[in-house]
């Protein structure tokens, strides 16, 4: 069976926002869902690569709006703009985020700042403007966390602590905000090919290492993970809430030993 996401999903009377949608698996999500008929704004903080990133979309189905969403400032801006403009939000895809390696003694105070003011208190600014908005249309949030917000990577303690921080924030949010109509659940991708981690993917003998432990073989696409935000946004995942859904070809199937 081969994917098709834009047959699938009707999402053609919705507003659908999508951080850190200039790239990766946000400018996958933001395809799928334009192709499936929505109205799409994705955001970053650069003009050019929301730009470059727009040509890509579906012809006007998409927008842009930059924004640092580690800034509360600019989130409430974005808020209003997308208030602004299209009255209404349906769906959210919190995707933003940034990536930093190494052992706790290897990264600095000022990166872990920086990862924590994007990754943490990025989620923080921008469940706690949409929320309100999600829950007068009945809408949903999704948030990108992985695997490594499930359980530890060897030498991934500072990244994972802020997945990790994304997962429990969904399960809490979705307790307080599922009697007022808004489902909020997490999509928990594997190694994914996109840009931060082609050093990896990119690199036959490491993407090896990574590929042997996927049940089914192979990296993931950042299509792969976009396919899912539709599921979780749709009406066929109406009963679905507080889950962080792994999209890792089965890799968290796994208690971690040795493949034999
Ligand atoms: N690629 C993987 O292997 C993998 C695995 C699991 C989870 N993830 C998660 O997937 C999501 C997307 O990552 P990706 O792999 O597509 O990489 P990516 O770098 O292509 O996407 C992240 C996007 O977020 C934007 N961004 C970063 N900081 C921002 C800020 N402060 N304000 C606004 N935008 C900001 C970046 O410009 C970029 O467009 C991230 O949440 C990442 O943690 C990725």
């Known amino acids: 069976m081969t994917a098709h996401n834009e047959s699938r999903f009707d999402f053609s009377d919705s507003v659908v926002l999508v951080t850190g949608g ?4 946000g400018l996958a999500t933001a395809d799928a869902f334009a192709k499936a008929g929505a109205t799409v704004i994705i955001t970053g903080r650069n003009q050019d690569k929301l730009d470059r990133a727009l040509a890509q979309l579906p012809e006007n189905r998409a927008t842009g709006v930059r924004t640092d969403i ?8 974005l808020v209003s703009t997308v208030i602004d403009r299209y009255g ?6 919190s995707n933003a985020a940034g990536y ?15 990862l924590r003011q ?3 208190d990025g989620f923080f600014h921008l469940a706690k403007a949409t929320l309100p908005l999600l829950a007068q249309t009945g809408g949903s949030f999704t948030a990108t966390s992985s695997v490594s917000g499930l359980a530890g990577d060897w030498k991934g303690a500072v990244y994972d602590a802020t997945k990790g921080a994304v997962s429990l924030f969904v399960r809490a949010l979705a307790l307080d905000w599922g009697p007022r109509g808004v489902r909020v659940n997490a999509v928990a991708p594997s190694l994914t090919r996109t840009g931060p981690v082609a050093g990896v993917t ?11 432990r996927v049940a089914l073989g192979r990296l993931g696409e950042p299509e792969d993970v976009a396919l899912v935000f539709l599921f979780l946004a749709s009406d066929a995942a109406r009963y679905v809430t507080g889950v962080i859904l792994p999209v890792d070809g089965g890799t968290s199937a796994s208690n971690g030993q040795a493949r034999v």
């Not at 580690?70 to 801006?77: C, M, Q």
């Not at 209404?88 to 895809?93: S, T």
């Open 22 to 25: 200039g790239s990766g698996i």
């Open 70 to 77: 580690g800034d509360p400032a600019d989130v409430e801006r």
């Open 88 to 93: 209404r939000l349906d769906v959210v895809v």
């Open 100 to 114: 930093v390696s190494g052992e706790i003694t290897d990264v600095s105070t000022a990166d872990w700042e920086a």
């Open 118 to 120: 994007t990754n943490i």
């Open 202 to 212: 990119g690199n036959a003998e490491l993407a090896a290492k990574f590929e042997e």
